[in-house]
C-alpha cells in the first residue's frame, strides 16, 4: 500500500472533515483551511503538474517547503507519482546541506525562492536538478510556481503502482553525531510507523493534532485527524513562542501534541508561571532528547486531562519503546536523578531489541552482554530501516544482517532492567571510559542551580550550564564546585569527577534543538575556551 492512498481513502470517508489547518497572524491568528477532499484534489492537481514536468516513479525531489497546506499537499503528490521526496535539515551548515545534495542527485527542487537562489550561487552542487519549482509568486526562467503548477490541472489522478519494498522518501540524519545520512524508508515502513502510532497512543480521526516536527502531520492525516500547524518556526524549535501555541491548542482543542522538548520547555515554563492548564490535551509526545524528570512535573500540573510521553527511537528505527510521564513521576524518576540512566519504557510488542558488546567494528554476528550491564542498543522489526542512500560504507557500519533480520545499530548504549524496562545511558561516542552521560549528568541536574550538564573528556569532566545563566567567579565560584564536588561524592560512579567547566549556552543539534554537541564541548576544553 502506498502511504498517500490512506488519504485518498480518507477523502472518501468523510471528504468534508478539516484534514489540515494552517495559521497566518496579522494583529490575531487567522487559519486557512482544507478539508480531505480538497486536500486530495489539491496533491492531485500537484501530481499531475509534476508528471507533466517529467517526474517519474522512483526520481529523488528535494523538498524544501515550509510547514503549510502546499507542504502537506506536495508531499502526498510525490508518494503518489511513485517519485521521492528528500527532506534535509537546512541548519544542518552550509557544507553538509550543499554535499548532502549533490550526493543524492535529485531530479527535481520544489522550494523557497532562498533555496532556488541558492541553486545559483553553488550550481555544481545542483547539477542533477532538471525540474524547478517554487513556492514564491513570481516566476523566474525555468523555474514553476506552484499556481503555474496546479493551473488547468484535473483533480483526478491515477497514482503509480508501488509495492511496499519500494522507496517512498529520503530523511537525513541532522549529522549531529558524524556525517548526514540518507535514511531511505519504504512504503512498508511508513505504514508500519503510522499503525504503531495510532495503536500506542489509541489515536481515531476524532483527535486533533499540532505536530512541532512537520513530517508528524502526514501520520496523523493519514490516520484521519485534523491537523493544526503550529504557528512557529520549525527550523528553529527552541525559538518557539509559548504564548501562540498555547492559544491553538486552547482555540483548537487540541488532543494530541508532538515534537522536541525544547517546545514544550517554553510552554511548560509558560503555562506554570501563568497558571494556564491545557485540558484538551490528552497525549503530549516529547522525543529527540532524554525528556528532564521536572518537565514532566511541570506537565502533571499543566495537562489536567492526559500526560506526556517520551517515545524512544531514532530516525533510521522509530519508535523502538515508550513510557508515560504518569509511570517516570511515579517510578522511575527517582531512579534517573540517582544516576540509574534515562527510563525509555518498554519495548513495543512487534520491536525486538538487544543489548550487545560495545564495539566500533563492522558487525557480522551478535554477542549479546549479561542482564542488567550496559551495552550497545541494537533493534529489529518493521520499522526499521534497511540502509543510507547511496553510502554503502555507512550502511555496513550501521546494520547487522543475520538470516533473515536486520539490526540496525542506533548508536546509543542501554541496558534491561528487571522487570523489561529499557535504559538508556547515552551516545556511544559520548562515553567517557566507563561513565555515561545519562547516568552522570543527571546526578548533577538534581543541583537547584544547575539547568543542565554535559559529561566530557577524555578525563572525566562536567560543563555546567546554570539556570541562572551566570558564570560565576572567585569566591562564588569555589563555593558552587565545591557544592558540585560534594553532590557527586553522594553516588560512587561520580565520585572521582571533580572538574568543572562553565558555559551559558550549550551547543546543541540543528533540528531538535536540545541534544547536547558534548564533543563540541570536550574540544573547547581542551582549548580552554570554556
Known sequence: MNIADCLTKNAKLFPHRTAVEAPSRWGRIRYKSLTFKELEDLSNKYANGLRELGLKKGDKS???????????????????????????????????????????????????????????????FFDSIKICVTTGAIKFGPIKTLKNLKRKQSTNFIGEITTPQDMA????????????????????????????????????????????????????????????????????????NPKFLVKQIRDKKVTFAAGSPAIWERVADYCVQKKITLPSVQRLVMFGAPVSVDLHRKFSKVLTGGTTYTPYGATESLPVS??????????????????????????????EVKIVEISNEILSEI?????????????????????????????????IILADKIWHRIGDLGYFDDLGYLWFCGRKTHRVGNLYPAQCEAIFNTHQKVRRSALIGPKPAIVIERSDGKILKGKDKDIFEQELRDLAKTFPHTSEIDTFYHKKDFPVDVRH??????????DEAMRTSL
Open 62 to 124: 528535494l523538498l524544501f517547503v515550509r510547514p503549510s497546506l502546499d507542504f502537506s499537499a506536495l508531499t502526498f503528490a510525490l508518494f503518489k507519482l511513485g517519485a521521492v521526496p528528500v527532506f534535509i535539515d537546512p541548519g544542518m551548515g552550509k557544507d553538509n546541506l550543499l554535499n548532502s545534495i549533490k550526493q543524492i542527485k535529485p531530479k527535481a527542487l520544489i522550494g523557497i525562492p532562498k533555496v532556488h537562489l541558492a541553486k545559483l550561487l553553488y550550481a555544481s
Open 367 to 399: 554477542k549479546e552482554v549479561r542482564p542488567g550491564n550496559v551495552g550497545e542498543i541494537i533493534v529489529s522489526g518493521d520499522i526499521v530501516t534497511d540502509s543510507y542512500q547511496d553510502m554503502p560504507e555507512e550502511t555496513k557500519k550501521a546494520k
Open 513 to 522: 534543538n536540545i541534544k547536547i554537541d558534548r564533543l563540541k564541548l570536550r
Open 169 to 240: 522518501a529520503i530523511l537525513f540524519t541532522s549529522g549531529g553525531t558524524g556525517i548526514p545520512k540518507g535514511v531511505t524508508y519504504t512504503h512498508k515502513i511508513f505504514n508500519a510507523q503510522l499503525n504503531l502510532l495510532r495503536e500506542i497512543f489509541t489515536l481515531t480521526k476524532d483527535d486533533i493534532d499540532m505536530p512541532g516536527f512537520p513530517l508528524f502531520s502526514l501520520f496523523t492525516i493519514g490516520i484521519g485527524m485534523k491537523s493544526v500547524i503550529p504557528l512557529m518556526n520549525a527550523a528553529k524549535p527552541s525559538e518557539a
Open 322 to 351: 515508550n513510557i508515560s510521564g504518569k509511570e517516570i513521576l511515579a517510578r522511575t524518576g527517582k531512579l534517573t536523578e540517582k544516576g540509574l540512566g534515562t527510563c525509555v519504557g518498554k519495548i513495543i510488542p512487534s520491536i
